[in-house]
């Protein structure tokens, strides 16, 4: 089974990151692009688990290890 988990910052939250990929993709030509939020992404691979404990210890671990809950979202998905 594997989870994929997706971190994000919350919508208000300033995204330095994203404003300097922004300025670097519009320097290129590209046009259009009202804004960029960068994001985090997580694969883990997990062993005997059913989805429904795999979906609560996966979302555990973004809660408390992989985001920081203050200024991040995040979102699990688990494939079989």
Do not use: W
Request: glycine fraction near 4%.
């Amino acid at each position: 089974m594997k989870a994929k988990v997706f971190v994000s910052l919350k919508p208000g939250v300033l995204d330095p990151q994203g404003k300097a990929i922004q300025h670097s993709v519009e320097l290129l030509g590209f046009t259009g692009i009202a804004y960029v939020r960068q994001c985090k992404y997580f694969e883990i691979a997990l062993q005997d688990a059913n989805e429904e404990q795999a979906r609560e210890s996966v979302a555990r671990m973004a809660r408390e290890v992989l985001s920081n809950p203050i200024i991040e979202d995040y979102r699990v998905e688990i494939e079989a």
